[in-house]
């Protein structure tokens, strides 16, 4: 009997994933990593890891039958993707945590406990798929078959050893409600639990003012200004804006103003039209190929800049420094450093890499 590793989270998703791979007749073993440590406030109560989740994912786990256990994760996740997401920040950029936490935290430790307890699979509740296409020998990451919830974005991180080794039998439903539906004609407790929002460590938005707490320093105040030079007013500290933001800015002009560029050295905050925001190339930096080019010259794919975009036509082109530079048909609006490239070919991602 193969033996598989369920990451559970306390919700209905990764609850449902240990019960398909339950009924599918695995040794499942169902564990929850805790990553956050609530600390003078700095961490709401509504974060994830709460004592709640636990006991949730625990009852799952009695009812299949499972063994459980929580792994205490606290630090690694402070350095690998809090204090990764403050620096991304601090640096200009506008990250995506659960990029961070995927590669480090589920794909990284947790994968290496799965090896470690002699286990075949690492399961999540991740909405994608993975296929072996036997002419390459090759495995391929794979857009869900609910495009709605499609997580195939945070995913591009996965090497060819990790995806022999890892199940997403969520990918399979088409829609949310089966999955829901799967849940509580089995008694599962969280069958109804809401879904989880926005980044797990910061729940109610506020990005700003979590860095603030948890570095001890307020943002500095510096200067709006055109690309030419021209001072408009002050803004409140660069971690409050971000690229295409228009809202807040509170500049009085002729026409709308967006911010098109953050500079870091500085302290300013470069506004211009929405013209200026759009750009028909992008660089990206530690790119992962799942499926690597066969020759030298660009590739045609489509390519999403963030989670939530929409796929546009492009050609990637790896160069020599490892960086892979993207140029699309048509200029994109608002890409933003410190996200992510994701490149498809139809459903299948080829790879991915940071925006620089």
């Known amino acids: 009997m193969s033996k598989a590793l369920i990451a559970m989270s306390g919700g209905v998703d990764s609850s449902a994933a240990a019960l398909v791979m339950k009924n599918a007749g695995y040794e499942c073993i169902g564990v929850m990593m805790k990553l956050i440590r609530n600390e003078n406030g700095i961490f709401s109560e509504k974060s994830c890891c709460t004592a709640d989740d636990a006991e949730d994912a625990r009852n799952v786990a009695r009812s299949l039958g499972m063994k459980f256990y929580v792994f205490n994760f606290t630090e690694e996740f402070g350095k690998n993707v809090i204090d990764e997401f403050i620096s991304s920040y601090q640096r200009g950029e506008t990250p995506n945590p659960c990029i961070d936490c995927n590669r480090t935290m589920k794909f990284g430790l947790l994968y290496s406990k799965a090896v470690e307890l002699g286990c075949d699979f690492l399961v999540t509740g991740h909405y994608a798929r993975v296929e072996f296409d036997e002419k390459t020998g090759l495995y391929h990451l794979k857009k869900a078959l609910n495009k709605a919830k499609d997580q195939s974005y945070v995913l591009y991180n996965l090497t060819?050893?990790?995806?022999?080794?890892?199940?997403?039998?969520?990918?399979?439903?088409?829609?949310?409600?089966?999955?829901?539906?799967?849940?509580?004609?089995?008694?599962?407790?969280?069958?109804?639990?809401?879904?989880?929002?926005?980044?797990?460590?910061?729940?109610?938005?506020?990005?700003?003012?979590?860095?603030?707490?948890?570095?001890?320093?307020?943002?500095?105040?510096?200067?709006?200004?055109?690309?030419?030079?021209?001072?408009?007013?002050?803004?409140?500290?660069?971690?409050?804006?971000?690229?295409?933001?228009?809202?807040?800015?509170?500049?009085?002009?002729?026409?709308?103003?967006?911010?098109?560029?953050?500079?870091?050295?500085?302290?300013?905050?470069?506004?211009?039209?929405?013209?200026?925001?759009?750009?028909?190339?992008?660089?990206?930096?530690?790119?992962?190929?799942?499926?690597?080019?066969?020759?030298?010259?660009?590739?045609?794919?489509?390519?999403?800049?963030?989670?939530?975009?929409?796929?546009?036509?492009?050609?990637?082109?790896?160069?020599?420094?490892?960086?892979?530079?993207?140029?699309?048909?048509?200029?994109?609006?608002?890409?933003?450093?410190?996200?992510?490239?994701?490149?498809?070919?139809?459903?299948?991602?080829?790879?991915?890499?940071?925006?620089?």
């Open 160 to 356: 060819q050893e990790q995806l022999a080794h890892v199940k997403f039998p969520l990918g399979e439903f088409s829609d949310k409600s089966e999955v829901r539906k799967l849940a509580e004609q089995s008694g599962l407790v969280v069958a109804s639990k809401r879904d989880s929002q926005d980044i797990c460590f910061v729940p109610d938005g506020k990005y700003a003012d979590f860095i603030a707490d948890r570095t001890g320093k307020i943002p500095e105040k510096g200067e709006f200004v055109l690309s030419d030079g021209t001072v408009l007013g002050e803004h409140n500290g660069l971690l409050n804006y971000t690229i295409g933001q228009r809202k807040g800015l509170g500049i009085s002009y002729s026409e709308p103003l967006y911010v098109v560029k953050k500079c870091v050295k500085s302290n300013k905050i470069v506004l211009g039209t929405e013209k200026e925001l759009y750009s028909d190339t992008l660089r990206a930096r530690d790119f992962n190929w799942i499926i690597p080019p066969k020759a030298q010259e660009p590739v045609e794919v489509g390519v999403k800049t963030r989670y939530r975009a929409a796929e546009f036509p492009a050609k990637a082109a790896a160069l020599p420094d490892g960086t892979v530079e993207i140029r699309f048909e048509t200029p994109q609006k608002a890409i933003c450093s410190g996200q992510s490239a994701v490149l498809y070919c139809g459903d299948t991602v080829i790879g991915g890499g940071i925006i620089m």
